[in-house]
């Protein structure tokens, strides 16, 4: 079992599976905010490995996702 120190400087244990889920949702949280820093760098031209990214970043969330349905 893991602990981890909240704000307060007191500590919370954590089945693996509640550390899995966290980590999971904390990945899945930053890829998002990860796709919209790159889509708010979009141009109308030129930014084809831009839109790859976003692509990219999208199917990773929703395998992510997926993963944590089973979770």
Same mark, same amino acid.
């Not at 244990?13 to 820093?37: G, S, W």
């Not at 760098?41 to 997926?66: A, Q």
């Given at each position: 079992?893991? +602990? +981890? $120190? &909240?704000? &307060?400087?007191?500590?919370?244990?954590? !089945?693996?599976? $509640?550390? $899995?889920? #966290?980590? *999971?949702?904390? !990945?899945?949280?930053? *890829?998002?905010?990860?796709?919209?820093?790159? !889509? &708010? #760098? *979009? $141009?109308?031209?030129? !930014?084809?490995?831009?839109?790859?990214?976003? &692509?990219?970043?999208?199917? #990773?969330?929703?395998? *992510?996702?997926?993963? #944590?349905? +089973?979770?």
């Amino acid at each position: 079992m893991m +602990t +981890t $120190e &909240s704000i &307060s400087g007191s500590t919370e244990a954590h !089945t693996p599976e $509640e550390e $899995e889920a #966290r980590h *999971l949702n904390m !990945t899945i949280k930053v *890829l998002k905010e990860q796709v919209e820093i790159f !889509t &708010s #760098r *979009l $141009e109308p031209h030129d !930014t084809g490995h831009i839109h790859t990214t976003i &692509s990219t970043l999208k199917h #990773r969330i929703g395998e *992510l996702e997926n993963e #944590r349905e +089973t979770v």
